[in-house]
């Protein structure tokens, strides 16, 4: 089984930025269908970016985020720029083996996904 290690998790300020990493072990990425996610205190768990051959975003971090991933280092990566006090979660990556062949697009939904990291706590003040 995958095992997925996230990092790079901490505390800013508005407009600033981080750069979250997610280790793979076990096996390579490259064929599976890759998200991160993120869940606030009191809140349901949320789909940020899906990364498929294309990458997906929600609505609420397009344009400010950005997932990729490196297949040499079996890592998958969230950029994060412009961050508001709302982005403020604890942020998941997590493994969908749903194909042999890596889907065009991966689901947004997180009951699609089956293997989850540990996560990595971001905290943005006003």
């Known amino acids: 089984q995958v095992q997925l290690v996230e990092s790079g998790g901490g505390s800013v300020q508005a407009g600033g930025s981080l750069r979250l990493s997610c280790e793979a072990s076990g096996s390579t990425l490259t064929s599976y269908c890759l998200g991160w996610f993120r869940q606030a205190p009191g809140k349901e768990r949320e789909g940020v970016a899906s990364s498929g051959r294309y990458a997906d975003y929600s609505t609420s971090v397009k344009d400010r985020f950005a997932v990729s991933r490196d297949n040499a280092k079996n890592t998958l990566y969230l950029q994060m720029n412009s961050l508001k006090p709302e982005d403020t979660a604890m942020y998941y990556c997590?493994?969908?083996?749903?194909?042999?062949?890596?889907?065009?697009?991966?689901?947004?939904?997180?009951?699609?996904?089956?293997?989850w990291g540990q996560g990595t706590q971001v905290t943005v003040s006003s």
């Open positions: 997590a493994q969908a083996d749903l194909s042999s062949i890596l889907p065009a697009f991966c689901p947004a939904n997180w009951v699609a996904y089956k293997n």
